[in-house]
């Protein structure tokens, strides 16, 4: 009920602008808010308290109920010719801030549309569950249940401060201020003040998507290119260090904090050798290798997915290490996909580790991040999201290629989906609309995964799970 009021942002652009969306807009709003009091009245007295396993099935069906329901103003609406399967696979890659899109002839599409498009981006980078955990306790209802479902994993601040629902709203007014700071910028170096708040949504969400076709291309502009790449770093930082930055009005918690120098560094690395490169080929000048390496390696890396050229002209290699660097995304508490750099950062340093033990057989060499030795738990847990994450992806990538699917593409279109880069090259460079309906079921599936990390969906389909 409260994802249909969603809709009337789009719906007063679409009636300012007296375009054709309108009854579709009105129609889905209708079926979205009258499907979900139909479900919460009958049960509107009940009160129970909300257990571990409960946040994994809210979790997840939140994702995939909104999902479907998300897809409404696309299929309901004559401005784009889209199959239902097509509007589905739209709606979860705004909501899973993927940024693969079926569409094609952005530029021609009416304003309510496009916004539509950047709203769901937005809302998927800050996580429906987290919003939903700051409204939630006002009605009565615990939530920090649903806050362990929507963030697994090894993090160093679950909880910011002592309530969730204060934790909540702490991440979401950060989330919001440096949207609105990503605006400002980008309209103060010449775009549109539709095109600047629209892309203000899909830069910090990390999504990818454009109101145009040539994506950040379209606008020709140097200093585009260092708002877009500037805030894509900032975005793919934990937010729970800027809300400590902001509390204390320090930068040196970045400089303290270990996942961040790590991810900054494999970042630079990454950037460099694209740099050189594209200089070496002689792509670029010295001057545009700077900027289009800096650009479009953060692009992909962060899992946001903008453009501004053709990846095919450069030599093969680049794009695709850069697809491999996005497997890692970001960090723990970002907007970013993938598998996450304290989990890369924690892999590595367990590697090291066991070399150093092959070396003093009988040393204890204890395992430390940030001056704090790491349970042998969670280092068995991030071992375990690794195997499971490369079983998924050998799974997902096996069924693309058994409905047809070349090996290349199906590669591509698995790590844009399940790392929600949305950018992928072969037969998905230019969009997914060429991909089967059964195709683009399978990566609606692997984009819930890569949003969910994978167990929070996973755990629904054991048997132990539903035993009571």
């Not at 902001?246 to 970042?267: G, N």
């Not at 755990?459 to 132990?464: C, I, Q, R, S």
Request: aromatic share 12%.
């Amino acid at each position: 009920m409260l994802f249909s009021t969603v809709l009337l942002i789009p719906l007063l652009l679409a009636i300012l602008e007296t375009d054709h969306t309108v009854p579709g807009f009105i129609s889905a709003m209708g079926i979205i808010f009258f499907s979900g009091l139909l479900m919460w009245f009958p049960v509107r007295n009940a009160s129970h308290e909300l257990r571990i396993r409960d946040g994994f099935l809210i979790t997840s069906l939140f994702w995939t109920v909104l999902g479907l329901f998300g897809a409404l103003p696309f299929a309901l609406t004559d401005a784009i010719d889209i199959t239902p399967m097509g509007a589905v696979f739209e709606s979860i890659s705004g909501l899973t801030s993927s940024g693969g899109t079926v569409i094609t002839g952005l530029d021609e599409l009416p304003q309510s549309i496009l916004l539509y498009r950047q709203l769901l981006q937005w809302l998927g980078g800050i996580g429906i569950i987290v919003v939903a955990v700051a409204i939630l306790p006002m009605l009565g209802i615990g939530g920090m249940q649903l806050y362990k479902a929507e963030t697994p994993g090894p993090s160093k601040d679950n909880k910011l401060t002592p309530r969730i629902t204060e934790t909540a709203k702490a991440l979401f007014v950060v989330y919001l201020v440096i949207t609105v700071c990503c605006a400002a910028s980008y309209y103060a170096v010449g775009m549109s003040a539709f095109d600047a708040i629209a892309h203000s949504f899909s830069t910090v969400a990390l999504g990818g998507f454009s109101t145009h076709d040539a994506s950040l291309g379209y606008f020709k502009s140097d200093a585009v290119l260092i708002v877009a790449t500037f805030f894509m770093f900032a975005s793919s930082i934990n937010f729970g260090l800027h809300f400590i930055a902001w509390h204390r009005k320090s930068l040196k918690v970045y400089r303290r904090d270990s996942e961040t120098r790590f991810y900054t560094y494999a970042v630079l690395a990454c950037m460099c050798v694209t740099i050189v490169s594209l200089i070496v080929w002689d792509i670029h000048g010295h001057a545009e290798s700077v900027l289009h390496g800096v650009f479009q390696v953060l692009s992909i890396i962060t899992t946001t997915g903008f453009s501004t050229e053709n990846l095919a002209a450069w030599p093969i290699a680049l794009p695709i290490m850069a697809i491999f660097f996005s497997c890692m995304g970001g960090c723990v508490g970002s907007t970013t996909g993938g598998i996450k750099a304290m989990r890369v950062m924690l892999v590595t340093k367990q590697g090291m580790r066991e070399l150093k033990q092959l070396v003093h057989p009988q040393a204890v060499i204890p395992l430390k991040v940030g001056g704090r030795r790491v349970e042998a738990t969670v280092v068995s847990a991030v071992w375990s999201f690794f195997a499971i994450y490369t079983t998924a992806f050998i799974a997902l990538l096996l069924s693309l290629m058994l409905i047809g699917m070349d090996f290349t593409t199906a590669f591509s279109a698995v790590a844009a989906t399940l790392n929600n880069l949305g950018m992928g090259i072969a037969g998905v460079a230019g969009g997914f609309g060429e991909v089967s309906e059964w195709g683009k079921a399978i990566l609606c599936f692997a984009m819930l995964l890569g949003r969910l990390e994978i167990f929070t969906l996973l755990v629904l389909f054991t048997p132990a799970f539903w035993r009571i």
